[in-house]
Nanobody
Framework: QVHLVESGGGLVQAGGSLRLSCAAS????????MGWFRQAPGKEREFVGA????????WLEDSVAGRFSISRENAKEFMALQMNSLKPEDTAVYYC?????????????????WGQGTQVTVSS
């Protein structure tokens, strides 16, 4: 079992920045691929970005590429989503997730464990 806890959400004005954290416990996440997803009110949960277990290259959804970045510190069981130049359309509950055998990083069904989510609200 892996327990994930997100933090760092809040209310920010358009153009501002937030850094979301995802702390893991239970089992080491260094052998898991990790991803970030979000769900806006009235919409389905969608892919934001992801990183493979060995770090390195990240994948970001087109609407956040250039504004968001992902990092992870396996030794500290910690992952982060840095969000810059935030827009009102980024308002959503953000989730981190990890999976042992993720084939498609953008497919939430491939992930095994999820955090409870953290609310991000961007005002115009």
């Amino acid at each position: 079992q892996v327990h994930l806890v997100e933090s760092g959400g809040g209310l920010v004005q358009a153009g501002g920045s937030l850094r979301l954290s995802c702390a893991a416990s239970g089992r080491t996440v260094s052998t898991y691929d990790m991803g970030w997803f979000r769900q806006a009110p009235g919409k389905e949960r969608e892919f934001v970005g992801a990183m493979r277990r060995n770090g390195g290259r990240t994948w970001l959804e087109d609407s956040v590429a250039g504004r968001f970045s992902i990092s992870r510190e396996n030794a500290k069981e910690f992952m982060a989503l840095q969000m810059n130049s935030l827009k009102p359309e980024d308002t959503a509950v953000y989730y981190c997730a990890v999976g042992a055998r993720v084939i498609d990083l953008s497919n939430q069904d491939d992930y095994d464990y999820w955090g409870q989510g953290t609310q991000v609200t961007v005002s115009s």
